[in-house]
T-cell receptor, first 113, second 111 residues
Framework: ETGVTQSPTHLIKTRGQQVTLRCSSQSGHNTVSWYQQALGQGPQFIFQYYREEENGRGNFPPRFSGLQFPNYSSELNVNALELDDSALYLC????????????FGPGTRLTVL | GENVEQHPSTLSVQEGDSAVIKCTYS??????FPWYKQELGKRPQLIIDIRSNVGEKKDQRIAVTLNKTAKHFSLHITETQPEDSAVYFCAVATRDDKIIFGKGTRLHILP
């Protein structure tokens, strides 16, 4: 198992609500990426944080936002939840050295009713 | 942006035979190509990766080949075993250091 942890494990919300997911990166890693994985699909890149700043974003609307803290842990916030936001949310961490391996956390399963 | 195509979407092979999964990418500046294995209900796990300065890398029964000119890379699993059954994802590191995934291949090892 990797040193990347996520909380909560599972979450149920209703449409229109807001949610915050958390990720603790592996020791020594300063880059965190977030992915959305719908059932039967590959992980879709949401955004990436390096040293507390967003430095890459995929095709997700602004209601998906994030933060990275000085200890390199990170949060993913989703506002105005929609049914299609139901998915497994994965975070992955790596060191900011070119070509470094990326390791995933166990994910948060979000269900929007 | 980078486009990663993965084929096939499903693959069934007899136990002991070889399996090959192929991916193509669009950005010639891409330079890091990892492969992940995801078992049901678990996180993706890195199984092998290759960087653009080499054409092939092997780790026991798993190998990856890279053709930068054609912009494609492949995962080869030899002497397949039941525990190889899983979903496999290729991924590509873009020029701006994002890692983008293919849609996955569900590999079934038949007894």
């Amino acid at each position: 198992e990797t040193g990347v942890t996520q909380s909560p494990t599972h979450l149920i919300k209703t449409r229109g609500q807001q949610v915050t997911l958390r990720c603790s990166s592996q020791s020594g890693h300063n880059t965190v990426s977030w992915y959305q994985q719908a059932l039967g699909q590959g992980p879709q890149f949401i955004f990436q944080y390096y040293r507390e700043e967003e430095n890459g974003r995929g095709n997700f609307p602004p209601r998906f936002s994030g933060l990275q803290f000085p200890n390199y842990s990170s949060e993913l916030n989703v506002n105005a939840l929609e049914l299609d936001d139901s998915a497994l949310y994965l975070c992955a961490s790596r060191g900011w050295r070119e070509f470094n391996e990326q390791f995933f956390g166990p994910g948060t399963r979000l269900t929007v009713l | 942006g980078e486009n990663v195509e993965q084929h096939p979407s499903t693959l069934s092979v007899q136990e002991g035979d070889s399996a090959v999964i192929k991916c193509t990418y669009s950005d010639s500046a891409s330079n890091y190509f990892p492969w992940y294995k995801q078992e049901l209900g678990k996180r993706p796990q890195l199984i092998i990766d290759i960087r653009s300065n080499v054409g092939e890398k092997k780790d026991q029964r798993i190998a990856v080949t890279l053709n930068k000119t054609a912009k494609h890379f492949s995962l080869h699993i030899t002497e397949t075993q039941p525990e190889d059954s899983a979903v496999y994802f290729c991924a590509v590191a873009t020029r701006d250091d994002k890692i983008i995934f293919g849609k996955g291949t569900r590999l079934h090892i038949l007894p």
